[in-house]
């Protein structure tokens, strides 16, 4: 295909590991986070681990929107989904995460009507061909998918749709990866920046990151020539002894972000004073939730949600395998009680969760060893 | 990317293989969608509780998880099997639920090793139905048994009321006598077999897609479904007995069924993915909707795995038969590690091509 294959060019893959392996010194461990869920994704899609040296290590971070939802917020949807005449929409990777009893597809088995849906337009669209039923859409997303479902909001206010809400589980980038930075046992040694996010945000919210915890930040896009390109810019950095904020992907990332699509999310949200991620706890400020101007459209005003916090399960340790402290192998509860069927933290629900892969690659690593 | 593994490791990985290999237990409290969509759940349901159900303590052709049984009548082997086609909607670029239930069953006998004979259809039929439509299921049946040269010898029909089914459900079953050149079983691979792929995956997942409306895409793109029985003739005809096995990688896709055959065999499967014939219309629309093509469904698609020495030779054979001509090798069997499908992936890495989990598309067959 064309403007995608020149991103996935074997050859110039191999040069660019072979740049990386020149790049390192031997005998340091390097720790090199990504932060966003499509780049994990792509890593293990195009198998980009294997193309790098064994002392580099990529530690996958809480960039996933899916894995993050705790289970409270599963719960809340479950309850709004079951009442009356509603129609439940969410993106489809939603409906497998587990709740604190279920998940959305065990609650659409049970007779909920729960529907998968691409963007929150189409959730808005079904809600205007049933305006007898409600349709709540349950958003989820960092920067990426904010935008599209204050669009959405904006278009469903203008267009007098009464009968249209949103659970609103948009959450932000910077929190959780300070959250990450301020934890004494923090083991990582630079970032890969969520290209998608920056779009939006631009490449500014980052730059605390070589300020206040002098750790290279390199802004990346998701084809396997971008990540490789990314790790090669990071080690240059630690190489050189320079420390900023680095834009690899320049053809779609401005410096400045989207600045209409940043008023947009002005207008529709405000930051909630905190909101809990699984695995990681409450972090204040981290998410979003609808503005006064959309209160209207604000599910959990409009539906009993219980709201209960529903704690993560004491033996889980996705905190300390998100800030690279542990291997996933190394918790208490890997591969016995939590498992990719019957997921307990946020590293198992998501395939691309660090546990996840763990499980399903584990032995792949150890047969490359006995290679 | 990591040294060799610690003690502790080393045992975690262990727990890992012991829980995998072990015989599944069916343990949900309900059926869910997941359970229907050839992956992991849908292996529950049926090795966790219907194989454990139906078959004798001590085997029994169902434990052999093959896609027809066999029995003996006199001195003539008989393969048969059984399909229910639910797909929605009914008709879709290059098909319909009528052709799709004809070529299901006898594609099931085919790569088993059986001539297919003759089938069983059974309509479930809702309230409000319109005649035309089922005039053109029905003519669809008899077009696609007619192509496929299997006579409709037996049926039945029923009547649900308004609500209890989506227009129509259909079931076939069918008979086929074994091939006396077919040696095949889904634990038969040994390492070095090639892997054969009949033509461009996941053209019948995309286009159902498609047809949904569900997504703002438009493509010309057609299922392939259609009887892979002259397929499955000229592998038997070109490699016979160095035939190891072959799969039609329907729900779940190609994906699906290698994961079923290394664990049947114990052997590692190890997938070229620049090998894979993958038509442009599938790769743009899979890639713009983030789905791996190798998980999507194919009604006229086979998967062969052949000693190496017959490989060329069924290859060639494979690419001679009319909608075959784009078959391919795609991969080929290794000892380690067993029960797992790795991919060299274009790129130059490795991974893991796991069994599906959920379901990315319910209701395509």
Known sequence: MKFVDEFRDAQLGRVLAGEILARVEPERHYKVMEVCGGHTHSIYKYGIDDLLPDNVELVHGPGCPVCVIPMGRVDDGIAVARHDGVIFTCFGDMLRVPGSEYTLLDAKAQGADVRMVYSPLDALRIARSEPDREVVFFAIGFETTAPSTALTLKRAKAEGIKNFSCICNHVTIVPPLRALLESPDMRLDGFIGPGHVCTVVGARPFEFIPADYARPVVISGFE????????LMILSQLAEGRCEVENQYTRVVPREGNLRALEVLAEVFELRPHFEWRGLGFISQSALKLSSAYRDFDAEERFQVPGVRVADP?????????????????????????????????????????????????????????? | MSATPTSREQ??????????????????????????????????LIEGLLVPAFSPPDGGTLRALADAGSIAVGGTRLAMTTDSFVVKPLRFPGGSIGELAVNGTVNDLAVSGARPLALSVSLILEEGLESEVLRAEVEAIAQAARAAGVEIVAGDTKV??????????????????????????????KPADQVLVSGPVGEHGTAIMLARDQFDLDAEVESDTCSLWPAVDALLDAAGEELHCIRDA??????????????????????????????????????????????LANEGRLIACVAPQAAARALEALRSVPG?????????????????????????????????VGDPLPRIC
């Not at chain 1, 800030?323 to 997921?343: D, M, R, S």
């Not at chain 2, 237990?25 to 529950?44: E, M, S």
């Not at chain 2, 209890?164 to 006396?180: E, F, H, K, N, R």
């Not at chain 2, 499908?341 to 274009?346: A, D």
Request: aromatic fraction near 4%; proline fraction near 5%; hydrophobic fraction near 40%.
């Open chain 2, 160 to 189: 649900v009321e308004r609500g209890a089914a989506d227009g129509m459900y259909i079931c076939t079953s069918g008979i086929g006598a074994l091939d006396v050149r077919a040696a095949l079983a889904p634990d038969s691979l």
């Open chain 2, 324 to 356: 075959c001509e784009r078959s391919a090798a795609i991969g080929e069997v290794r000892r380690e590690p067993p029960g797992m499908v790795l991919v060299e992936t274009s790129f130059g890495g490795r991974r893991v091509m796991d069994e599906l």
């Open chain 2, 250 to 295: 329907t729900r779940g896709g190609a994906a699906s069924v290698l994961n079923e055959l290394a664990r049947a065999s114990r052997v590692s499967i190890t997938v070229r993915e620049a090998a894979v014939p993958i038509s442009p219309v599938v790769h743009a629309a899979a890639e713009l909707l983030g789905i791996d093509p190798m998980y």
């Open chain 1, 314 to 371: 004491k033996a889980c340790q996705c905190g300390e395998v998100l800030k690279g402290v542990i291997k996933p192998w190394e918790c208490k509860v890997f591969g016995t009680a939590c498992t990719p069927e019957h997921a307990i933290g946020t590293c198992m629900v998501s395939p691309e969760g660090a546990c996840a892969a763990y499980y399903n690659f584990g032995r792949f690593a150890r047969e490359r060893t006995a290679v």
């Open chain 1, 224 to 231: 396997p020539l971008d990540i490789l390109q990314s790790i």
């Open chain 2, 11 to 44: 045992r975690i990985l262990e727990i890992i293989d012991t829980a995998r290999s072990k015989p599944r237990r069916f343990r949900d409290n309900q059926v869910t969608l997941a359970h229907g969509a050839g992956g992991k759940a849908t292996r529950t």
